[in-house]
DNA sequence: AATATTTGACCAGG
DNA sequence: CCTGGTCAAATATT
């Protein structure tokens, strides 16, 4: 999104500690175009019950709470931004309490940077064990089972078969599924990778992203789509679904 | 010391 | 004047 001001010059004064803001206003043709509503800015929503792990690294720069909304909205923007002038935004604010909280994060401008997006692949096998994170939360379910009917009719490769067990396997250890507080008290902040280090952020994501999309993005990976599908209907969560 | 987050203030648009 | 989006000093963390 166009910003209306930009960072001040250093070289101003600051005397008492705060000092005047946005005495240098944005006169790009990005800004000047976006403020004539001649480019349309992107944008996409999705809901997840992870906003903090999309492959993407965000640094945050505001949070504000939203007239007529329990939870605060938090604005993020590319750590490359100033780097590379990446223009990728995302808002993330909590949609409900239910545990886990489903949270809806709108995404504005692509990225243009060289971030450290996952893979198709990877991304695949985090979306799979997210989903059975939820699936966990939400019920006692039986995984081989359900398994065998989300596969039925649909052939995998090696690969994603792997990627699969693998995922189920760490889901149903345990060591993702009970990284929560019990769920009683989900709120924004606990969801939010505060402090969290890079290279535990980038190495296994505790909780990671279901795409839940309102927009009509496609699925990473054409496999996913009957394993999402059918996990939500067997788990009475076809609601999600749109 | 470097880097990221918090949070109150600022600004523009409606 | 109200609201949402952003800035940037202060603060926290590594």
Not at 167 to 178: E, F, R
Not at 207 to 235: C, G, H, M, N, Y
């Amino acid at each position: 999104m166009a910003k209306r001001g930009d960072y001040m010059d250093s070289s101003c004064d600051c005397s008492n500690g705060r000092a005047p803001k946005r005495l240098v206003q944005d006169c790009s043709s990005y800004a000047q175009a976006h403020a004539k509503k001649k480019v349309r800015i992107s944008t996409r929503t999705e809901y997840t019950y992870a906003p903090y792990h999309d492959g993407y690294q965000w640094r945050k720069y505001g949070q504000k709470m939203i007239r007529g909304s329990t939870y605060p909205r938090c604005y993020y923007r590319c750590t490359y931004h100033q780097d590379h002038g990446c223009p990728a935004t995302k808002h993330v604010e909590q949609n409900n309490s239910q545990d886990p909280p489903l949270f809806r994060v709108i995404y504005t401008n692509e990225h243009t940077c060289c971030s450290t997006h996952v893979s198709d692949y990877m991304a695949s096998s985090i979306h799979i064990q997210q989903i059975v994170d939820a699936s966990l939360r939400e019920a006692e379910v039986e995984i081989p089972s359900q398994l065998a009917q989300c596969f039925g009719g649909h052939e995998l490769i090696e690969e994603e078969t792997d990627a699969i067990i693998s995922s189920l396997l760490t889901a149903i250890s345990g060591c993702d599924v009970a990284t929560s507080d019990g769920g009683q008290h989900a709120a924004i902040e606990e969801n939010t990778p505060a402090r969290m280090p890079r290279s535990r952020n980038e190495a296994s994501p505790s909780i990671s992203p279901v795409l839940l999309r309102a927009s009509s993005d496609k699925l990473k990976t054409d496999f996913i789509e009957p394993l999402e599908t059918q996990w939500f209907e067997l788990l009475d969560l076809g609601w999600f679904i749109e």
